[in-house]
């Protein structure tokens, strides 16, 4: 692997003016993620997030182009402690998406919030029924879920990570009914320490669901992928470990994207104290990576997230950046654009939050306003600003 870092330029440069900011949800505090599907099957992306420190887990129905400025029709799903993620899942396949929340603190529980079956009743609290598994009751601090079919039968699996002593990177494994939630099993894949990112993606050109994982904590500390064994029978099956980079470092959440051009997936990792890892794929298939640095403009938080997608309308991956520890006059989120498509690029930067906010967390990249550029989706959980967006300015557009 390659070893050479790259500093971003205009360091100290005006970035910018800051995006206007959109609150979707400020009722409750600690507003933990931002995790998208489209519930209703009206083809726009609807919201569930945790909020740790209200202790509530909710939905918010996307209104379409002209009232996304306004804050979302929105119902709580259920009510629980020290909640840090909340996903979207149809588990039990009835056409109604449940949503599955991940506790930490004392409560070291998954639940499922089971959604009504009337369509009519989906925006009413009280339709709703929130129930644990059992097999996940004290555990573990759970902190993420990827819903993944992973041994091809009965319903939808689970894809689990947690943080702490004894913490695993694991699945749960779906019964013939899904209801039955007494009858979902764990199989733990690999040891962690803090668990942040879990994504799906064939890494290896099988044809098969990898898990690709960042685990920002302890001596397995690192972003990596398992290799999915395939035919897994008994859930007993060795999942293999395979290294991309930031062995021993502080990684947080991360994206996949063709930053280069070359045709191939990279992982971008957002990685403390401000830094993006680039993990540049050098061969599909291969084991190859190398190595970019870029830090951090001046005047921002630390590392929380980075996501990639075209912001400016020139036909090139940004990258945006959300912080944590983001004390005024600090910025805690930015985006960084490239002239060239190539490994070798300048990144420079740019504002989009100015220095409103404290800890950001994983932040999606989607046209809420139906202008034809990427808006800003994500949360802030100190300041409670709660679910937000920031929306493009036009000029960015090229």
């Not at 694991?170 to 099993?185: C, D, F, I, M, Y």
């Not at 805690?332 to 070798?344: C, K, Q």
Request: with cysteine.
């Amino acid at each position: 692997m390659v070893h050479l870092l790259l500093i971003i330029s205009s360091m100290g440069a005006d970035r910018g003016p800051a995006w206007k900011l959109h609150v979707i949800d400020d009722s409750s505090t600690g507003a933990d993620g931002v995790r998208l599907a489209d519930v209703n099957g009206d083809k726009r992306l609807d919201i569930t997030t945790g909020w740790e420190e209200g202790g509530k887990v909710r939905v918010y129905l996307n209104p379409g182009f002209d009232q996304a400025a306004r804050k979302w029709p929105s119902v709580t799903v259920g009510e629980v402690d020290a909640v840090e993620d909340a996903v979207f899942v149809d588990l039990d396949a009835d056409g109604a998406t449940d949503v599955v929340s991940s506790c930490e603190g004392r409560i070291r529980t998954m639940f499922v919030h089971w959604a009504p079956k009337v369509a009519g009743d989906y925006m009413k609290a009280e339709a709703w029924r929130t129930e644990p598994i059992p097999v996940t009751e004290s555990r573990a601090q759970w902190m993420f879920c990827l819903p993944l079919q992973v041994d091809g039968k009965n319903g939808i699996d689970l894809i689990a990570g947690a943080k702490g002593p004894g913490a695993e990177l694991g699945w749960l494994e779906a019964p013939e009914n899904p209801r039955k939630l007494n009858e979902w099993k764990w199989h733990p894949l690999c040891a962690v320490g803090w668990i942040m990112s879990i994504q799906a993606a064939d890494m290896d050109g099988d044809g098969d669901s990898d898990i690709v994982a960042t685990d920002r904590k302890g001596e397995s500390s690192g972003c990596f992928w398992l290799e999915n064994p395939g035919a897994i029978s008994n859930g007993q099956a060795v999942w293999r470990r395979h290294d991309i980079g930031g062995l021993g470092r502080e990684v947080m959440f991360m994206a996949q994207s063709d930053l280069d051009g070359d045709g191939l997936m990279d992982c971008a990792v957002a990685t403390k104290p401000q830094e993006i890892q680039f993990f540049r794929r050098l061969k599909a298939g291969a084991e190859s990576w190398e190595y970019r640095g870029i830090l951090f403009p001046e005047n921002t938080g630390t590392a929380k997230a980075v996501n990639a997608g075209d912001l400016d309308s020139d036909g090139k991956p940004d990258l945006v950046v959300t912080c944590e520890g983001a004390l005024e006059p600090k910025s805690g989120v930015f985006w960084l654009s490239s002239r060239t498509l190539t490994a070798e690029a300048i990144w420079e930067p740019h504002e989009i939050s100015g220095p409103t906010g404290v800890k950001y967390d994983w932040v999606e990249l989607i046209d809420l306003d139906g202008d034809g550029d990427l808006d800003v989706l994500t949360c802030e959980e100190r300041s409670n600003l709660g679910v937000i967006w920031y929306e493009n300015p036009a000029k960015n557009k090229r």
